[in-house]
């Protein structure tokens, strides 16, 4: 038998604490602020929405923040993940470089997101939470609160996309197994969900309207319930760097280190998971490491997006960032990367982005799920749609390695698995996928609707 | 951070050989009986469905089989497979047993078929086959045979049962992926499935008439096509001993050697590849482990079945073999546990169960997903309906030691995974979930159709 292709960790290698990039950020952070006046928000402010052990990370600038042995012992069902050499991918490129990934969709729920949904649960449970609300699209973020929220006790709305409700129903059973409780957005069950039913009865939702009715529900429950996020905030792209951090020493198992790193970024959690402490060892230790995040063609906020001061949520009641936006009234074509629709991004990734310390391109639809049948082919595994997208990327860097003869290392994480996408792959051995990129003169009209933030 | 929960092993512990209960079978072999004649078989006769290299593995003597290099590279991609200790579940029953589980639904297709079928394809591309046929009951199988062709670039045929084919079309999606031709059966491309459908053209198929058809289909192709089966056969439960013979390094490990070893019984082929090497130390080293085979209560061949000669198959056409079985005329109720539903057993498991060397219950539908949702909700992991029998008999095991104070080491096979069968969980969170009991009158009427074997 030949070389090793995976890399393991023991349990004990879990991390035992979360990188916190503010403490790195090469430029000054910039203020949160209150959609109404405009004015940096207060953490009471905040704590409308989150508890104050979550504010208190959204802030935090310490470098390393010790992960609670509670959430190290729910971290142990999965993690450390495996670290892989793709090396029959490597093969049916003809490419000299090395292919590694980072495999995520090992978690019981099948992608990364548990990484911070067992956090935030145990936060909420250690601040006295009783109940949380959050939304979810496909369901790959609302069925890993539900896990969380089962294993600490705390019950869990859910407000999903309707046509998502209707048409993926698997997610939604797990959640229910998980004893979450699963509405149909819009719902009648909130003052902005009622408005959008009267306009429109039919209206088969959206997450920024799901976004608006769980933040309504939890800011209007006089304090009783918190509201969960999965992505874009701080303290959410922290608590997804085990995932580099572990990748890291699975690289030195493996003897290599990589001169690419790529992921796939929506909202940016996964990418910034697993970029972030590679980042970190190219602003502190002088590495070189090319750092990649990979965006649907059909949402293409880094690379088409102004980066700006936009609302978080399309109702323009969210907190406003400074980010990569393609405008908060930006509406997502109907394309099966579901993870990956959200108008704006990360206010840390969006910084690395526009300093020049992370580069991102675009994939096409059509591009991407043939990279997720090639590897799907190669190496067993099914791919998410959105993990496509770094895959699609990992073999158009193998392939100019092809080229140039350049052996180089190659390193890219695996989201999530596509089980519960297969109707996309259908889609798409049948042709009916559409290679749609959003326009730029779309773009331009968008940016007429930014928040007036006086200075900015 | 407490006591580690996850037994992992490197690559390197891949076990280089197989596992052959029949060079310690403390009963002498049965042999295998023509469907006309009722003599025993030739290896030629064999050789029409299988390649040779195969059939000499079917009634091969050596206690350890070399697994192929290339074989073991694909095993690689998901072995060796975790052995994980369910704390949680402990906890939750409050007993002072340890519940430990092999975990082989982290294969790519979810579950233990992926052993024995890169095992054939590779055996099958070896003795220079181009293409196999098939049939598949929900997908399990369907889904690892057609992984394996196309690593080893065999072209397939499937015939999937119409109803499942309709009704799942997750697992049909995933097999198209991996190129395979997946036809819904009763299909009007054999005699036989044309004469079903004849009777019946809204026939919604069954496993025993897909079984029919993939075979005729290999057996009328002059030697182009041969036939593969994912259970049942002595070369399938052998290949499937990987499980068990890492899962003994893993209990070594932690420390500790089963009391009781769990798994559940369809055709037999997860529970034998992982009881097999925990019989071989009971049959050879003097260990007292019991040995738990559990099955379906609407499905019960080891239970309320004659251990006696009869057909493979329903339509009489496949070889005779002795095992226990519930007359090949048995209909399988609807029920989910779609693995599950085979009115024989394995010769091996069969032949153990009779000689007292292996225990065999069964379990109900209800309290098999009410153990389900319990280890779902206490380990994350989502079971398939089929692991969940063995799921139920390890919970009533470590309850009943917390009746006698007991602190015994219960040890179980998790086949599979449930993404594929959410719909299941959702009917039995609705109440709506049958608990049918196949009725002793029924099996009584079946036997009156068994083959008369001279001299049986």
């Known amino acids: 038998m030949s070389d090793r292709t995976r890399f393991d960790l023991d349990q004990s290698r879990i991390p035992k604490a979360w990188y916190n990039i503010n403490a790195d950020m090469p430029v000054p952070p910039t203020p949160v602020l209150h959609p109404g006046t405009m004015e940096p928000v207060t953490p009471e402010f905040l704590n409308v929405l989150f508890p104050m052990n979550i504010v208190a990370q959204e802030v935090c600038q310490d470098r390393w923040v010790e992960i609670p042995d509670p959430v190290r012992e729910i971290y142990k069902i999965w993690r450390p993940t495996p670290m892989r050499r793709a090396v029959r991918l490597e093969k049916a490129l003809g490419t000299p470089a090395h292919i590694y990934f980072k495999d ?22 250690e ?12 369901g790959q973020w609302g069925s890993a609160l539900a896990m969380a929220c089962n294993f600490f006790g705390l019950s869990l709305e859910i407000f999903m996309v309707k046509v998502s409700y209707h048409q993926k129903p698997y997610r939604r059973i797990i959640m229910e197994n998980f004893d979450a409780h699963v509405f149909p957005s819009p719902t009648d069950r909130t003052h902005f969900g009622k408005r959008v039913l009267e306009e429109d009865p039919e209206s088969p939702g959206s997450l920024g309207i799901a976004i608006s009715e769980a933040v309504e529900v939890a800011a209007t429950s006089g304090g009783t319930k918190k509201y969960s996020l999965g992505s874009v905030l701080g303290h959410v792209m922290m608590h997804q760097t085990v995932i580099g951090i572990e990748a890291l020493e699975q690289m030195e198992m493996a003897g290599e280190y990589p001169d690419v790193v790529i992921g796939c970024a929506g909202g940016g959690s996964n990418f910034a998971g697993f970029a972030f402490p ?8 002088g590495k070189k490491t090319k750092i990649l995040a990979v965006e649907p063609a059909s949402c293409p906020t880094l690379t088409k997006g102004k980066y700006t001061f936009d609302f978080g949520d399309t109702a323009a009641t969210a907190p406003i ?15 099966h990367a579901g993870g990956l629709r959200y108008h704006g991004m990360s206010p840390a990734v969006s910084a690395l982005v526009d300093h020049g310390d992370v580069v991102a391109r675009s994939a096409r639809q059509n ?22 997208h770094a895959i699609r990327a990992a073999i158009d860097e193998a392939l100019a390695c092809k080229e140039t003869g350049e052996k180089k290392v190659i390193a890219f994480n695996l989201s999530g698995h596509g089980h519960f996408d297969m109707t996309a792959y259908q889609s798409f051995h049948h042709g009916m996928l559409e290679d749609y990129e959003y326009p730029d003169h779309a773009v331009e009209e968008a940016m007429t609707h930014l928040p007036k933030v006086p200075g900015a």
Chains 1, 2 share one sequence.
């Open 104 to 125: 995520e969709s090992v978690s019981p729920v099948g992608s990364h997101k548990p990484n911070t949904a067992v956090a935030q649960a145990f936060y909420n449970k």
């Open 127 to 138: 601040a006295g939470t009783k109940a949380l609300t959050t939304e979810t699209g496909a």
């Open 278 to 285: 590679f980042v970190h060892k190219n602003l502190t230790e």
């Open 321 to 335: 960032v400074k980010m990569y936006t393609l405008g908060h009234t930006f509406i997502p074509p109907g394309i």
């Open 367 to 388: 591009e991407t799920f043939q990279a997720a049948v090639l590897f799907s082919k190669t190496e067993g595994i099914i791919p998410a749609p959105e993990s496509a």
